[in-house]
């Protein structure tokens, strides 16, 4: 239902923009939140964006590098992840949850996932 892209091999320092769209439903009334998880460790949340784009929140380790935003003409939220370290190597998911709200932090639970994106960042 969600479709991620964009993800891909990058050495050190370089940059990747992932996209998430559905092509039967507008994203519009749904919170989305990019979510990561690298082989033997646990899901984070990267980033979310409510409804409106009136709220944004990031987690620590993005320290500045990366940026969520969303295209409504495209049906489209973006990651833009520049400065990307070794340890950004993972499996990038965008999930949607109903709600549209993120007022204090990203959600716990989401109700809608895509397939998952690879990044690999290495020299």
């Known amino acids: 239902q969600l479709v991620e892209s964009g993800g891909g091999l990058v050495q050190p320092g370089g940059s990747l923009r992932l996209s998430c769209t559905a092509s039967e439903f507008s994203l519009d009334s749904y919170a989305i939140a990019w979510v990561r998880q690298a082989p033997g460790r646990e899901r984070e949340v990267v980033s979310c964006i409510s409804r409106s784009s009136g709220n944004s929140h990031y987690a620590d380790f993005v320290e500045g590098r990366f940026t969520i935003s969303r295209d409504y003409a495209k049906n489209t939220v973006f990651l833009q992840m520049d400065n990307l370290k070794p340890e950004d190597t993972a499996t990038y998911y965008c999930?949607?949850?109903?709600?549209?709200?993120?007022?204090?932090?990203?959600?716990?639970?989401?109700?809608?996932w895509g397939q998952g994106t690879q990044v690999t960042v290495s020299s």
């Open positions: 999930a949607a949850d109903a709600s549209g709200f993120v007022p204090f932090a990203c959600p716990d639970e989401y109700d809608l």
